[in-house]
């Protein structure tokens, strides 16, 4: 190990105490492959500036609470092991202390090994911010139902919620699917959400699949791993399966059937989008990212940080003979978590089967007084296919949501109202 190496690798330990992950990757990266710009005697500038101030695009001030839990390395995931939280402290000693770091030692041996070297809990709470409030409770009007129920198939099993409300007396004007964000729950997503009460208005039925702990260890759903971002593979075959048994329980087409998502949530709910048009009529993504954007742990910060490599390839699966998805996209133009350039990215892709388009912007503020900018992008028939909100000043938490639970920002817009009058006004 030669001077230059050694003096990158206390570098990247540095980062790592700092909670400066992606830059840590960077210097690591370089090391291995030789390419360290280190002088071995500059071993006082460990706290260089971060990577994404150094090229020419605008600066990223990443969460420093988004970190990867340690990876588990082998063919088969260690168990998961009950964990108990300490509550969130804006004192950066109490953050360090609950926080979980791999040893460089091993990051280094991982790093060699490849890709392949990473199982399931690879991302872990890289979307969420360290430290979460009390369980919020579900409130369930008399005459309504939240029901727990599973399904399985051969991809795997998952339990779920499902809110069928008391207003309902015959088929459901509609299905929403919403998938939970990292270290989320289907209890704490109805709540933060608030879409049981607009389940309540429109007679929906809303259904809340879980991820678990053993198959990601902060419960995050798999987006930016290969095999779970392919038809009829994986937790896309779970979730579709789901979603198909549901529909056909109560009578629900396709034109009335879609997915929403937070976050690690909403790129699956991109995903969902992308490979089951067939299923889906329209999607919600909310600070989440364009299917196809990563296909591992390195890849997949990238894409948060809006440095993304990739460019996300359109699925060829039906593209004739099925309607296209229609999008509607949120992200706060001050997430430190999921960089807003991926709302973009979203929408390209819902317009990229579009042969021409030009999308009409307009600007409002909330009834807290937030500011946004809203596109829509229509087809010929003066339809909204797409429709991207950028909310000022609001970072990575669901817009408009209920502070009771968990990565919910009050200030607005409501997300979930607008996203429910998407989804059931195809004529908007």
């Not at 101030?53 to 088969?76: H, L």
């Not at 168990?79 to 609950?98: D, G, N, Y």
């Not at 369930?140 to 399985?152: D, K, L, M, N, Y």
């Not at 990565?407 to 429910?420: C, L, N, Q, V």
């Amino acid at each position: 190990m030669n001077e230059n190496f050694a003096t990158a690798m206390r570098q990247a330990t540095e980062h790592t105490r700092a909670a400066n992950l992606t830059e840590a990757t960077r210097i690591i990266q370089e090391a291995l492959a030789g390419r360290s710009s280190i002088p071995a005697n500059d071993a006082s500038k460990a706290d260089i500036v971060p990577a994404a101030t150094q090229g020419a695009r605008t600066p990223f001030k990443a969460d420093p609470n988004a970190e990867i839990i340690e990876p588990v390395v082998g063919s088969k995931p260690k168990p998961a092991q009950p964990t108990t939280e300490a509550p969130f402290s804006a004192t950066p000693s109490a953050a360090k202390a609950s926080r979980m770091r791999m040893p460089l030692a091993e990051t280094l041996r991982v790093l060699r090994d490849g890709k392949a070297g990473f199982s399931a809990p690879d991302l872990s709470s890289a979307f969420a911010p360290l430290g979460r409030q009390a369980k919020a409770s579900v409130e369930i009007p008399v005459g309504a139902a939240f029901e727990t129920r599973s399904f399985s198939c051969q991809a795997g099993t998952r339990t779920y919620k499902l809110y069928r409300p008391a207003s309902l007396s015959g088929a459901p004007n509609g299905i929403i699917v919403m998938l939970h964000g990292c270290k989320q729950d289907p209890d704490d997503f109805a709540v933060g959400t608030g879409m049981n009460a607009l389940a309540e208005e429109h007679g929906l039925i809303v259904v809340y699949p879980g991820q678990t702990s053993g198959h990601n260890a902060s419960s995050c759903w798999n987006w930016f791993r290969p095999g779970d971002q392919m038809r009829d593979r994986g937790e896309p075959a779970i979730l579709a399966g789901l979603t198909q048994e549901i529909a056909k329980e109560f009578g629900v087409g396709r034109d009335r059937t879609f997915v929403a998502g937070l976050s690690a949530g909403g790129a699956m709910a991109a995903i969902m989008g992308e490979i089951y048009p067939d299923i889906f009529a329209a999607i919600g993504v909310h600070s989440g990212l364009a299917y196809g954007s990563a296909n591992d742990v390195v890849s997949a910060f990238a894409a948060m940080r809006g440095d993304a490599g990739r460019t996300p390839t359109v699925s060829r699966n039906f593209a004739s003979a099925t309607p296209p998805v229609r999008t509607i996209v949120f992200q706060g133009r001050a997430d430190h978590t999921v960089h807003a350039s991926n709302a973009e990215r979203i929408m390209t892709m819902a317009t990229s089967r579009m042969e021409s388009h030009v999308p009409e912007a307009s600007n409002g503020r909330s009834s807290d007084g937030r500011s946004f900018e809203r596109k829509v992008v229509k087809d010929g028939a003066g339809r909204i296919v797409a429709e991207c909100w950028m909310i000022d000043g609001a970072g990575h938490a669901w817009s408009g949501g209920d502070a009771k639970g968990s990565y919910a920002d009050p200030k607005g817009p409501d997300a979930s109202r607008e996203m429910t009058r998407f989804f059931l006004d195809s004529k908007n």
